[in-house]
């Protein structure tokens, strides 16, 4: 059979060219690329999610709940016990990953014809799904500290009249998080241009030094907030992503998602996590003192580092970042190497992660300056 590439098929215009998405995977001592929770699920929740899985299995020749009105409801109780903001079942939707919430968005309030807005560098999710969704993608301004410039936003967004604005707090890939202020002064300009949907990725926010931005759904209609329980919850092999919003953006989502697209044992996993959330949120915080501790040594070290409010951490500046990601793995470390000219990003591991992630650095440092 002769040698067939993806643009030798009639692939639509907007795909060709293009990469999937992901990181590479090595087996290297200590991983530290893709910004998983390093700490395993305890044994109790391991036990609850074997129960409850047992439970859903002996009615698995039926189709799960479509609307996952349980789910739905404890994800609800969780948002508001830990934000303090009243969010009711109506105002949550449950989907298979937050990459799917962010597909489903798109194919309710995007697609040909229409665009979507980001400020790169971002979650790169955020432009592969919109072209995989026939939407326009148009690549918005940051400032040289990874900042969003808010003048080159609000100018950006009155030109274009974007149909969907991403804004990624905090951002990945470099942990910065967005003043409210500037997520509302954003949210004002796009309505301006043309009422248009805000949706702000909270993937990280567990991690923050600040609050959730649930408060601000209050009258505003077309923002959207967007999470996950691959980090927090330590639950990436789970894939479960959700939105808190409007119940009317509820109900447009389900103009589009697919029948019975949230398997019964999803939910019943997803289910049995959340009741561990107390546990789940302690691994957090141990997280976070490692985050800010690698922020810490990083700069002592000798390094620049965009502040994190993520579970990872990004530092240069290197004359040639790849070769300093090859250096670090040469070292049994696998960071990320994004593509950010100069930079890297760590992922906050387990304590002895980070110390091998250290003296790899440390040891680069001197290489480098020797």
Known sequence: MSDVRIDDLPVRDELRGKSPYGAPQLDVPVRLNTNENPYPLPEPLVERITERVREAARNLNRYPDRDAVELRTKLAEYLTDTSGHEVGVANVWAANGSNEVIQQLLQTFGGPGRTAIGFEPSYSMHALISRGTGTGWISGPRNEDFTIDLAAAEKAIAEHRPDVVFITTPNNPTGNAVPPETVLALYEAAQAAKPSMVVVDEAYIEFSHGDSLLPLLDGRPNLVISRTMSKAFGAAGLRLGY?????AVVDAVQLVRLPYHLSAVTQATALAALEHTGTLLGYVEQL???RDRLVTELREIGY???ASD??????????????AWRKILDRGVLVRDNGVPGWLRVTAGTPEENDAFLDAVRALKKEQSS
């Open 304 to 306: 620049e580092v965009t």
């Open 310 to 323: 993520a579970n990872f951490v990004q530092f240069g500046r290197f004359a040639d970042s790849h070769e």
């Open 243 to 247: 939105l808190a919003a409007h119940p």
């Open 288 to 290: 976070k003192a490692e």
